[in-house]
């Protein structure tokens, strides 16, 4: 009787793998996601931009230059196999903005990273917090060299990203492995943008939800 006990669990835990999916190895479908739908749309609309160039102010090597960052999230959300991550290699801490994805509608908060640090995979890291006096190269306006922000902003990436942030060695700046989705500044949308410095930052104790 013991034995067919022991056997009859082990009948109903092998069912339970096969039959239930395991949670780990669930995709999220960041094809019905709105940063989908906004990177397709937008792709659309170079598109028609891209066939009228008397009828737009962008020239045609910016119209191709903002076409292969869309392809590229557009890409990022079709193959992606867990939500967005953030590492920091960056040598100090660095703000992020993070939330869960059940609860998306409750938004996104202002987390600490620590350097070699990466959020957890359950997450979704939203993007980068920005304080004034940061020196940033690869966003709109700043050159390769980098240039010093004026007021703090917040850079925002698609669903499914892998961002790495790191500091050049030679400029300083701090550069990131793909372009920004969006950059914010405060007021923009209602994400916390507050008037931090890197030294407060730095202060701070790394809270993000981190993988182990």
């Not at 890409?75 to 059940?102: E, M």
């Not at 304080?131 to 700043?142: L, N, R």
Request: glycine share 6%.
């Amino acid at each position: 009787m013991k034995l067919f006990k022991i056997g009859l669990v082990a009948l109903v835990l092998m069912l339970n793998l096969v039959v239930a999916q395991p949670s780990w190895a669930s995709k999220p479908n960041l094809l019905t996601s709105p940063d989908y739908t906004e990177v397709t749309q937008a792709i659309d609309n170079l598109l028609q931009i891209k066939n009228t160039p008397d009828q737009t102010e962008y020239t045609p090597e910016e119209i191709e230059k903002q076409l292969g960052e869309l392809k590229l999230q557009k890409y990022i959300l079709q193959t992606a196999r867990s939500w967005a991550q953030c590492l920091n290699q960056t040598g100090k801490t660095l703000a992020i903005y993070a939330h869960k994805p059940k609860k998306v509608l409750q938004g996104n908060s202002l987390y600490f990273l620590g350097n070699g640090q990466i959020t957890e995979n359950e997450w979704d890291c939203d993007g980068v917090y920005l304080p004034s006096g940061t020196k940033i190269a690869g966003i709109a306006g700043a050159d390769a060299q980098g240039q010093e922000l004026a007021e703090p902003l917040a850079i925002k990436v698609v669903d499914g990203t892998q961002l790495v942030a790191t500091t050049n060695p030679q400029t300083g700046a701090l550069e990131f492995n793909v372009a920004p989705a969006k950059v914010y500044k405060a007021g923009d949308v209602n994400w916390s943008i507050p008037t931090l410095t890197q030294a407060d930052i730095d202060a701070a104790i790394p809270n993000a939800p981190i993988e182990d």
